[in-house]
Every structure is written in C-alpha cells, then in structure tokens.
C-alpha cells in the first residue's frame, strides 16, 4: 500500500480482554517496528521483525504482549489479559531494512483505552 | 544510558523567528543515522530530516536544517521563520548498524505564538 496501515484506530476494551492490534507495512518493506507511547511520553520500543522473524523482543514489557508476522508483510500485536496501564498509543513503522540510512514511515497508530 | 537525550521539554518561539531544538546522542558505533520526527497533535510522526553520521554537510530540508557537531555527538535542529503550523512535539531519533531499532528522545514541545 500507499502508507503503513493500522486497525483499529481506536479499541476500547475492558481489563482481562485480549486485544489483537493490526499493521499492514508498506509493500516492500522487510522490517517492521511496534512502539508504544503513553500520553505525553516519547516511544518507547516493543519489538521488531525483520521478515517473519522477530531479532529483537526486548522491549516487549511482559508474557502478556506478543506479536507475530506472516508472509513478511502483515503483523499483529496481541495483549492478553489487558491492564489499565495498557492504555497508551500502539505505533507501527516499516522500513527498506536495517541500515541506518533507511528511516521509518509510521502508521496512524491505534489508541487503546482499557476500561 | 540514554542514548538520546532533548533537554528540553518545552520552547516557545515567536511566529517567523528561527528556533533550535537541542538533542545529544550516545553511541560507540561509528556508523549511524540521526533523524528528527514531527508529531502533531493528531498523532501522526512525520519524518523532518536525516543525517548520517559520515556525511561531510549539515542536512537540510526546506526550513528545517540539522546542525551535526559529530565531535560533541549534538544534532539539534534548527526551524526557520516558524509558522504556526510548526506547533508540535518533536522528536530526535539514532539508529546504529545492523538489527537495532529507532532509538527516540523524550521529544520536546514547540509552542509558535502569533
């Protein structure tokens, strides 16, 4: 596609439900980034794919986040059993690949509120 | 040790005056890229402006140019005749070789007044 794609732009969900959250990256893309920013904060990184494979899940701040992505293309981010510090805004970035040169583009992000 | 450190959480600039926005970074990897994002309250992050670490010139780009002193590890970032528009918060960001992610500053708040 044209741009990173996110759904759902926004989810309210009450606490223990499970939230899947969805980035569709540019077509081309190989690396594919999720960050989190709470109200006010900078981004803090969850994890990051390079294809199908995740090289890096140390920020992913515990056994509930996991987050997967098939065919080097889609991905999904799923918090199980969501807190109310769950709250915040999920972005997703793609990129060309792993050089420095190569920035990110970002999706609109998805706000999730947990109720 | 935070790698990118924005000193400052907030400036305020008057509407057609130029600004700079401060960032310092860490790193012992000699190859890497320094990037400024833009985030306005809608909460999209737009990308200003790339520098990379062996580039011999400043960047630029339109009214936004990156002020790169390698040997003091800054990259602040310098808006000219800022506009309203300009409003927003901003954020420094380092990316080092191989599988590291997008490193991002705290950002800082730029408030242009009429």
């Known amino acids: 596609g044209a741009g990173v794609s996110q759904s759902p732009s926004n989810k309210v969900t009450e606490k223990g439900k499970d939230v899947e959250l969805r980035c569709d990256p540019i077509s081309g893309h190989t690396a594919l980034y999720w960050y989190r920013q709470s109200l006010g904060q900078g981004l803090e990184f969850l994890i990051y794919f390079q294809g199908n494979s995740a090289p890096d899940k140390s920020g992913l701040p515990s056994d509930r986040f996991s987050a997967e992505r098939t065919g080097g293309s889609v991905s999904t981010l799923t918090i199980q059993r969501t807190q109310q510090e769950d709250s915040a805004v999920y972005l997703c970035?793609?990129?060309?690949?792993?050089?420095?040169?190569?920035?990110?583009?970002f999706g609109s992000g998805t706000r999730l509120t947990v109720v | 040790a935070q790698k990118i450190t924005q000193t400052q959480p907030g400036m305020f600039v008057q509407e057609k005056e130029a600004v700079t926005l401060d960032c310092t970074y860490d790193t012992s990897d000699p190859s890497y890229g320094l990037f400024w994002y833009k985030q306005p309250s809608s909460g999209e992050m737009i990308f200003l402006i790339y520098q990379g670490s062996y580039d011999q010139q400043n960047a630029t780009e339109g009214r936004y140019s990156l002020n790169f002193q390698k040997a003091r590890k800054s990259a602040n970032l310098v808006i000219s005749a800022s506009q309203l528009g300009d409003s927003a918060m901003y954020f420094c960001?380092?990316?080092?070789?191989?599988?590291?992610?997008?490193?991002f500053g705290k950002g800082t708040r730029l408030s242009v007044i009429a």
């Open positions: 970035a793609s990129s060309l690949g792993d050089r420095p040169i190569w920035g990110y583009t």
């Open positions: 960001a380092m990316r080092e070789t191989g599988n590291t992610p997008l490193v």
